[in-house]
């Protein structure tokens, strides 16, 4: 907006011009391109900082890292318990619990909802009802914009972690599924308590991204400490036997001894 003064032929002022530009639009764009831009930056951080090792945990917990605080202020990193054990879950469910495994989980700063979330190497059944379980039986993200009173038993594991997210002031959820080559390894859960936008559309495509190219890693982690386990089985039981310890092993030095005491006899007598 600008203002100019308007004046007569002798310098007499007649009064004021006001013009007004329209910049909403502008406005919209630089801030959709600059949401872009942060969003490119955050998958590029995430393809250099996930997957650098062969460790299951280890991956996880450097998603987890990587989402939090860019995308969530509280992440946590669940994986089905099946596929760990790298029994096959087969098809997708519509109902039914599920036992998960947890393996990281990361907050921006002090929090109830840190400890509300399940600790790393815990394992714990959902039931049907909640949304992590949806999550993994459908394969698809779970979105819930602004959390209500009801959607927190649905998120929680119990009614006591429910009053914990509560407490601490979570307002929206996302959860999107870990899935590598066609199965589905668990889920990326995501809260929000501090920033006070809830999760949208373009949220939830950056969220499975970012799980999709982590769930990669963490199969091929899986299955490379499957196959390494196996392998110093195999080892280890084609080692020679160690050397067989007690009574028997000890007597054959006095044996010895005897024989010994024996010859010595026999040739003072001759």
Same mark, same amino acid.
């Given at each position: ?28 764009a630089?801030?959709e ?24 945990e ?38 039914g619990p599920?036992?998960f495994?947890? /393996? #990281? @989980?990361?907050a921006?700063?002090?929090? =109830?909802? %840190?400890? *509300?979330? $399940? ?13 992590v379980?949806?999550?993994?039986h ?14 927190l ?5 119990s ?14 959820? /996302? #959860? @999107? ?5 066609? =199965?589905? %390894?668990? *889920?990326? $859960? ?7 936008l ?7 495509l ?12 963490i199969?091929n ?43 010595s ?5 001759t």
């Amino acid at each position: 907006m600008s203002f100019y003064r308007l004046e007569g032929g002798e310098g007499r002022v007649l009064g004021v011009a006001a013009s007004v530009i329209d910049v909403t639009e502008r406005h919209r764009a630089d801030a959709e391109a600059d949401r872009s831009r942060r969003r490119l930056a955050l998958i590029a951080d995430a393809s250099a900082r996930v997957g650098t090792t062969l460790e299951v945990e280890r991956t996880a917990d450097e998603l987890a890292s990587v989402v939090v605080p860019a995308l969530a202020d509280v992440a946590a990193v669940d994986v089905l318990d099946s596929v760990l054990s790298l029994r096959r879950p087969g098809a997708p469910e519509e109902e039914g619990p599920a036992l998960f495994r947890a /393996l #990281a @989980v990361k907050a921006s700063g002090p929090t =109830e909802a %840190l400890p *509300a979330a $399940d600790p790393p190497g815990s394992v714990a059944m959902y039931g049907a009802d909640r949304l992590v379980t949806r999550c993994v039986h459908t394969g698809l993200p779970v979105l819930v914009e602004r959390v209500g009173p009801g959607d927190l038993s649905r998120i929680a594991r119990s009614p006591e972690a429910a009053e914990m997210l509560a407490r601490a002031g979570v307002h929206s959820y /996302l #959860a @999107v599924p870990l899935i590598a080559r066609g =199965e589905v %390894l668990g *889920a990326l $859960d995501l809260k929000r308590d501090r920033n006070a936008l809830p999760f949208d559309g373009d949220d939830v495509l950056l969220a499975t991204e970012l799980a999709a190219r982590a769930a990669v890693s963490i199969d091929n982690a899986r299955w490379y400490q499957s196959v390494r386990n196996s392998a110093v089985t195999l080892q280890r039981s084609l080692l020679p036997g160690r050397r067989p310890r007690g009574r028997a092993w000890r007597s054959r030095p006095a044996t010895s001894r005897r024989r010994r005491r024996a010859r010595s006899a026999g040739t003072g007598t001759t």
